[in-house]
C-alpha cells in the first residue's frame, strides 16, 4: 500500500510595511535596504498617492524585485491589486526571502497590515513608520492632517526618525519624548537620509492587535499632473512650485533640463527641492499633492506655466 503524504507548505512570506506621512523619507529608506540588502531577496511593493506611478520609477529596483501597484491608496485596494500581486510574489520563479510594501504617505499602516493578514502564505512582519525629524510635530498639530499622522504613529514598532541633522542636538531629547508618548510600543531608530540598517528595520515580527484600525486619509488630498513634454528650467519650475500660496506638500516627478537632452528628477518637500540626474527612459511629468481646500490645481497650472 503507497500512502501519499502532503507536501510541505512553505513558510509564510513575511511582510514588512513601511509607512509615513509625506515627505518623510520612505522611497529613499527603501533604496537604502535594496541597496545594502547582501544577497537578500526583496520583493518591494510600491504605492503612490498622485496620478502618474512616480515612486515605481524612483526606486532603484529592476525585474521582479519592483511591481507597482495601480490605483490610489493601498488600503482600499487591498481586496483586488495588493491581493494578486501579493500572490504574485509567492509565485516568482525565484520566492522572494522578504516582502515591503512602501504606502502611500497617508495611508494607516494597520489596515494594510490587517488585508496581509488574511492572506494564506504571508504574514505582517513589522510595520516601520519613517518621520521627518524637523516637522514631524507641527504636522501632528495640523487639524487637517493630524490625526493621519498620530494614527501612523500608533501603529508603529519602529519608528525612524529621519532628517535628524536638519534638527539641533539639543531639541532632539525633547522630540525622543513626544515620539514615546505618540508611539509606546515602538522602538526609535535616529537616521539622516534614510539610512537605517536593514537588520534593524526588517524582521521586527511584531504582535498584531486583531482589532486593526481602518480606513484612511486619502479623502484630505488633491494632486495634479503637470507635463513636462519640453524642455525646461528645473530651477524655475522648483522656485515656482515652492510659492506659499500654491499649498503643495509634495512634488515629485522626471523633466528634461533645457539646453541639454537629459532627464532630471525634481523632489520638492514643503519649501525645499533638490534636482538629480534620472534614467533617460524615465517618464515625463511631476505630480504635485496637497490637501483640499488649500490646493488650487488651476492656479498651480498657471503658476507653473511660464516654467513649462
Not at 494614527?151 to 519624548?177: G, H, M
Amino acid at each position: 500500500m503507497v500512502v501519499s503524504l502532503p507536501l510541505p507548505m512553505p513558510d509564510a512570506l513575511p511582510v514588512t510595511i513601511i509607512g509615513g506621512y509625506l515627505g518623510a523619507g520612505k522611497t529613499t529608506l527603501v533604496n537604502h535596504l535594496l541597496r545594502t540588502a547582501n544577497g537578500r531577496k526583496l520583493a518591494i511593493l510600491v504605492n503612490e498617492f498622485g496620478a502618474l506611478p512616480i515612486d515605481e520609477d524612483l526606486i532603484e529596483a529592476q525585474g521582479d524585485d519592483l511591481i507597482s501597484i495601480a490605483g490610489g491608496c493601498i488600503c482600499c485596494s487591498f481586496g483586488s491589486d495588493l491581493s494578486a500581486a501579493l500572490m504574485d510574489m509567492a509565485e516568482l520563479p525565484v520566492r522572494p526571502d522578504q516582502v515591503v510594501i512602501e504606502c502611500s504617505g497617508v495611508a494607516i499602516p494597520s489596515a494594510i497590515a490587517a488585508a496581509v493578514s488574511l492572506l494564506d502564505g504571508f504574514t505582517p512582519d513589522g510595520t516601520v513608520v519613517m518621520v521627518d525629524a524637523e516637522t514631524i510635530q507641527d504636522a501632528a498639530r495640523d487639524e487637517y492632517i493630524g490625526d493621519t499622522i498620530t494614527r501612523q504613529l500608533a501603529d508603529a514598532d519602529l519608528v525612524v526618525v529621519n532628517k535628524t541633522d536638519l534638527v539641533d542636538d539639543n531639541a532632539l531629547p525633547a522630540l525622543e519624548t513626544w515620539l514615546t508618548e505618540q508611539a509606546p510600543r515602538a522602538k526609535t531608530l535616529k537616521a539622516t537620509q534614510g539610512k537605517a540598517p536593514l537588520e534593524m528595520v526588517l524582521g521586527l515580527d511584531a504582535a498584531r492587535s486583531e482589532s486593526a484600525q481602518q480606513g484612511h486619509a486619502d479623502g484630505l488630498f488633491a494632486s495634479i499632473a503637470l507635463p513636462c513634454t519640453t524642455p525646461l528650467n528645473g530651477d524655475a519650475l522648483a522656485k515656482s512650485l515652492t510659492a506659499p500660496a500654491l499649498h503643495i506638500t509634495r512634488a515629485k516627478g522626471f523633466f528634461t533640463q533645457d539646453g541639454t537632452s537629459e532627464r532630471k528628477a525634481l523632489h520638492i518637500v514643503g519649501k525645499r527641492w533638490e534636482i538629480t540626474d534620472a534614467p533617460q527612459n524615465a517618464p515625463l511629468g511631476i505630480v504635485c499633492i496637497g490637501l483640499k481646500g488649500q490646493f488650487d490645481g488651476d492656479l498651480i497650472r498657471e503658476t507653473a506655466s511660464e516654467a513649462l
